[in-house]
């Protein structure tokens, strides 16, 4: 299948351009039952929306969506839910400076290579903007995965550029404006981004999501994965460029009597694994950590060419994130959800007449 | 599909179990008119087999792959390409001390809890002994992306435990045990090893793997990325922890006047972005770099449970590789190669009829 | 992927239901450069349109399409193509009376017991309404398909009840309400459905498919033969109870010696295998023949049971298409473009390099 | 996935050739705990065995079956399940005199065209040796539908060339070489074959199968109805020309009132839909009818082109099936068993939390 679905059995297909009339998706394969209406949808869209502090885009969106079908008397049936968000607040002009060069960072390039057009506005289909989609998507697998499973999905900002931000507590990250766990540093964040703001220029992020309650046995070998599709999920978002689960890279300066997670009658002593063995989730928390460029679009003049292949310079006036990464934390979230959901459907697919023969404490 | 079978167009499905009569795989999408015989996938399975040196594990096998399908006098015919490695030297007693307890940062619970059942010996399905499917799958992708199109992948291991290796030269790499491409390291991380295998413990291992001569214009967003396949195929390889492209991690800590690739009509200036920009080549090498966690079997007593769920330790005294990274470099070369295979064939089917509008040197 | 949607590589996901808001579809794997505008997608939909003559049903929808994505200026670019149906004329009071009841011939009963939920409205999802995705899907495949490869794809009715209608002309086609391509029978035709309506009753119908202009080559042997595609789509319109290439079923009584179509210089002799052997396009004309049943929706009473499972009896007063297959000739021609359009994909993904060695004529 | 893999969740991957070493396929998704041995798929590969009577192919098989992986002390682990046939009986040399000449019927052609190459020995990946993989793969899911819900699928022999044979009794299909289940007609179809043999000719015929017991409400709507996958699954076995669900082809002369299946309390008053509603199945019998074109290669000469593409005539004297047919029963039971199979899991994928509402008798 082409490369705008994903999911074996939590299908999501994707459609929208940055500066086209809409986006929108179809997720597929929804269990029916699951009370749902545009609201379960809104409330996680709003966490993304641009615009809300002065820390991210200006571009204005309501991302006001719509259910078009799939629901009927306040439950899906089972069948294709249809949803469609319309932009509103798209300014083509200021793209127009940019129609002719190539944005250092940006798929403007590779774009054009390969499929020989350009829709230079807003970075067409690449704009960030998609995740409008997966954030959806993502919203009704988190509702049903918290109500059949009781899995938690969370996540936060565990750096900004090169400041680290230590966990302090999950209640803290909807209190500010960068989806950070922690109080005591949300000034000195919001300054340091008044700071690269003003500079012109951008940062990277590290942004990490946690699944509580996932029951032991979703995933599947040797393919299919979930740690594999959960790399597959996170890299496939606008600007990750790395992805662990548990102790990721840290795994490499570890012996193999430090990494490998000790059991006992009340349960698994650590989690450098991130709750994933073999591909099959071991009940614990799955963890998953990303690493965020720093946005591509920024006011600095970088050398580049034009399309004739000419050196030239070019600087990025439109309204952008200075770090995309702020705004991650709920997509990250969708598409941890997403892949959850997929391997929730599969397993019990397969393995519904197992009973699982002895259970650890979490 | 199921998670034995991966790719969309160079589709690669897997079966066997360590102890089991044989590996297998059948590879489906291979364009015909390729030369290929026994030897092509020899050679690179040659390469992960077990027992070449004393770092590695004891285990014996040969290896020995036969072709059983798909090629008529000498060339594939673009039907399915079926091989068969059998199983020569498993010794299932060694498993018989373990086979009721659980080996921690081994599938063996996850796996009997999913499935209800459980395959004590060697791992079954979980062991890494599986990636004997990859090589030989990866090795035709490898000579298909050489010959069709100039790609050359190649790999290295980049640190083993806490030790980088610095890159020196890719002739290095088949010159010692590690697949190092650092010769004057060689000496001291056999030393390294030796110690590590006398204490019984392990260690992890980053390896980076690049392809060079990829044209611009393979993988497809939004999903579909070719980055999001890669991670998904590496994530997939046993042991494997965190994934990155290009820069990485290290790009948190970048600015974006720092990290964003700029362009000169003599091509892109860096490759922070690891030749691939909004999902798709950009024409550049394609750089990743993986950590495979530090080998679960090891000799040191750790804590566990039993299948009744009472506390117990266990040591584990089979043939192990005291460090699995040691021979994950050609594993990661043929994964890299059947993504790129794939979506080389993916990009061909839809954009076809593209004339690329212009190309930057390399 | 789940059941909404269908293709390897160009993909059509559909969603929507007879009485919600909208039925809208996305297009994956469109090659970039074809020109596209609503109105090549709506001269499509308005050939199944409702209400365009007193022989179907009298639901007065405009069928009014909006293309929502990747198309920029006027031409697609790759990107998926999102597009839009609203509904206008649901009557959904029409329904009340047969709520608690199942109909006979329809997906009541089945739905009900596999979601637990029912949307008695119009038959919900199973309406098929649906098909207005596919035919918008399947204007964009014909659209590319014509430009591309010179594939030239008509239908027409070839039988109405026991009425045979024997092809004259392509020209017919759009001549009359039927699709017939025979102008002698119309009026005929016209007395048998003035008569049938007037008896409350419905009938069946065949619908023949004919694409010319196919080339040598395209399909997958085994499973994913082009014949086993087609089938498949052709069964997943509503009412297809039967599915013939080429000879069909007429094949059971013929002698290999009639059937094999022999070859000369100048071409095959016959097609008794209606364009396709061992599953591959022969370059003859790809022939398909599918059989509708009569509407299950007729206004005389039948036995059924309700929600409780008592005997009770049925009738449907709805407005309705006496025979559904009089619509149908779009529709088969939009499934098998779909089709055509995912195999010449898949074809030159595989075989871009292979020069065809010879070729007869047509 | 490319065309040798089939099955979302149930899948099979299918290789071999005729003349090659092997034929073997995977079988993925197969739920754990399933006792299975290699006899239980040697004794669905006897009864499509050749060489088994005189009326079929003298080609000498012992198509001796081995399991080798996914199975662990007698039963099934839910990894994927690889088994391998030996080709023992090909003798290519019965080919050269046709080696530079295309059978009218055969797939020589369009592979050639398609591929490029040509494998002439007994049709190399044409040839319906492959069935052997259909089959060992269709006693899996058999055994495995039968044992979890009770389903029983079975199929005979219902048209040989122009000679009706009425269905009369399942216990007859056994006890004779064409698995007619009518043996009042056993040694008039002896004669007929005998003298169709003498004559070089060959002849189609019609196959039907049944599956009862299967449960309401397996099959996806929209595109993945159970009858449209149904529908590949038979058109891709060699031969078949037409399939048919329930009244098939006759639908069309029916009226509304005769087609719809009433219901009553004690369930459907009859089976025009052939157990498949919407796409869904309705509790009742699975009824499929396929048509298969006459064996192509014959004995008497045929006109056909040179590789050159110059007149000539050839004639096919290797040991062929005078009907192919007659072999074709349990090949159709298992492509049948498979997509169930596929379905069964989907099903419960998505509605395992859905208790039907109520339910009719059967």
């Given at each position: 299948?082409?490369?705008?679905?994903?999911?074996?059995?939590?299908?999501?297909?994707?459609?929208?351009?940055?500066?086209?009339?809409?986006?929108?998706?179809?997720?597929?394969?929804?269990?029916?039952?699951?009370?749902?209406?545009?609201?379960?949808?809104?409330?996680?869209?709003?966490?993304?929306?641009?615009?809300?502090?002065?820390?991210?885009?200006?571009?204005?969106?309501?991302?006001?969506?719509?259910?078009?079908?799939?629901?009927?008397?306040?439950?899906?049936?089972?069948?294709?839910?249809?949803?469609?968000?319309?932009?509103?607040?798209?300014?083509?002009?200021?793209?127009?400076?940019?129609?002719?060069?190539?944005?250092?960072?940006?798929?403007?390039?590779?774009?054009?290579?390969?499929?020989?057009?350009?829709?230079?506005?807003?970075?067409?289909?690449?704009?960030?903007?998609?995740?409008?989609?997966?954030?959806?998507?993502?919203?009704?697998?988190?509702?049903?995965?918290?109500?059949?499973?009781?899995?938690?999905?969370?996540?936060?900002?565990?750096?900004?550029?090169?400041?680290?931000?230590?966990?302090?507590?999950?209640?803290?990250?909807?209190?500010?404006?960068?989806?950070?766990?922690?109080?005591?540093?949300?000034?000195?964040?919001?300054?340091?981004?008044?700071?690269?703001?003003?500079?012109?220029?951008?940062?990277?992020?590290?942004?990490?999501?946690?699944?509580?309650?996932?029951?032991?046995?979703?995933?599947?070998?040797?393919?299919?994965?979930?740690?594999?599709?959960?790399?597959?999920?996170?890299?496939?978002?606008?600007a990750v460029k790395g992805v662990e689960i548990g102790a990721g890279?840290?795994?490499?300066?570890?012996?193999?009597?430090?990494?490998?997670?000790?059991?006992?009658?009340?349960?698994?002593?650590?989690?450098?694994?991130?709750?994933?063995?073999?591909?099959?989730?071991?009940?614990?928390?799955?963890?998953?950590?990303?690493?965020?460029?720093?946005?591509?679009?920024?006011?600095?003049?970088?050398?580049?060419?034009?399309?004739?292949?000419?050196?030239?310079?070019?600087?990025?006036?439109?309204?952008?994130?200075?770090?995309?990464?702020?705004?991650?934390?709920?997509?990250?979230?969708?598409?941890?959800?997403?892949?959850?959901?997929?391997?929730?459907?599969?397993?019990?697919?397969?393995?519904?007449?197992?009973?699982?023969?002895?259970?650890?404490?979490?």
């Amino acid at each position: 299948m082409s490369g705008n679905t994903f999911g074996v059995l939590y299908c999501v297909t994707s459609f929208g351009e940055s500066h086209g009339p809409a986006y929108g998706g179809v997720v597929d394969g929804c269990p029916p039952g699951l009370e749902l209406k545009n609201e379960d949808l809104q409330k996680e869209l709003d966490r993304r929306k641009p615009g809300s502090s002065r820390h991210v885009t200006q571009r204005r969106e309501s991302d006001a969506v719509e259910i078009l079908s799939g629901v009927f008397e306040g439950r899906t049936t089972g069948a294709a839910i249809g949803f469609l968000v319309r932009n509103e607040d798209a300014r083509s002009k200021d793209y127009s400076a940019i129609a002719e060069k190539f944005r250092p960072g940006h798929a403007d390039y590779t774009y054009w290579q390969k499929y020989g057009v350009r829709d230079a506005r807003g970075g067409g289909r690449a704009s960030a903007r998609e995740t409008v989609v997966r954030v959806a998507a993502g919203a009704i697998a988190k509702k049903w995965l918290k109500e059949r499973y009781g899995v938690v999905i969370r996540g936060c900002l565990a750096a900004l550029g090169k400041n680290e931000i230590p966990f302090q507590s999950w209640g803290e990250v909807d209190r500010n404006p960068f989806f950070m766990a922690n109080a005591a540093l949300v000034k000195k964040m919001e300054a340091f981004m008044d700071e690269l703001r003003e500079s012109g220029d951008s940062c990277g992020a590290r942004v990490n999501v946690v699944a509580e309650g996932v029951p032991v046995g979703w995933g599947e070998p040797v393919y299919g994965r979930l740690d594999a599709d959960i790399a597959a999920a996170m890299m496939s978002i606008n600007a990750v460029k790395g992805v662990e689960i548990g102790a990721g890279f840290a795994a490499i300066a570890q012996k193999g009597s430090e990494h490998g997670d000790e059991m006992t009658p009340q349960g698994f002593v650590s989690n450098n694994n991130g709750g994933v063995l073999g591909g099959i989730s071991t009940g614990q928390a799955v963890t998953v950590s990303i690493a965020l460029k720093p946005t591509s679009s920024i006011r600095l003049p970088r050398r580049t060419i034009d399309k004739s292949g000419r050196a030239t310079t070019v600087e990025t006036t439109g309204r952008h994130d200075p770090c995309v990464g702020i705004r991650a934390t709920p997509i990250a979230e969708a598409m941890l959800a997403c892949v959850l959901m997929d391997h929730a459907l599969r397993h019990r697919a397969q393995c519904g007449d197992v009973t699982p023969p002895t259970r650890l404490s979490r």
